[in-house]
């Protein structure tokens, strides 16, 4: 268990190489590193995932622009919160991203995030795709991260 508490030049650093997090930090932040989780002032903020840094799920729950987002319908809500992979039938709207994007999943009753992905296919083969496997699941809510 590696813990590292950031400096403020480590902080700019983390800044300029994710824009998303200066929404969440600044200069005069507490800001501790500590296995693959980030925490800001004491709340864990960001996970590493593939030697990039997400926001976690409970900070896109607050800022649901951090990420490009993938719509889905209810009847797939229950497999993404289990970790299932999202399939291409589930989709009922999609923001316009590349392929290996890191993205958002939310539902497309209530707009709340329900899982990270990585997309496996930009938003427009996305758009074209009838089915198959389109974004792998990376973390989700009520995962080993949630109770963090």
Known sequence: MARKQYSKSDIKKFIELNSFAETLMNKKSKVVEEDETLSVNDN????????????????LLQHPDLLPKVT???????????????????????????KNAYIVIIDENNKKSLAVGKALISSEDLMQANSGKVIQNLF???????NL
């Open 44 to 59: 864990i903020c960001f996970i590493k995932i593939e030697d990039t840094w997400l926001p976690h799920i409970k900070i």
């Open 72 to 98: 889905v319908d209810m009847g797939a809500v229950k497999f993404v919160i289990k970790g299932a992979d999202i399939m291409r039938p589930g989709i009922t709207a999609a923001e316009e991203f590349e």
């Open 140 to 146: 989700y809510v009520g995962d080993k991260y949630w």
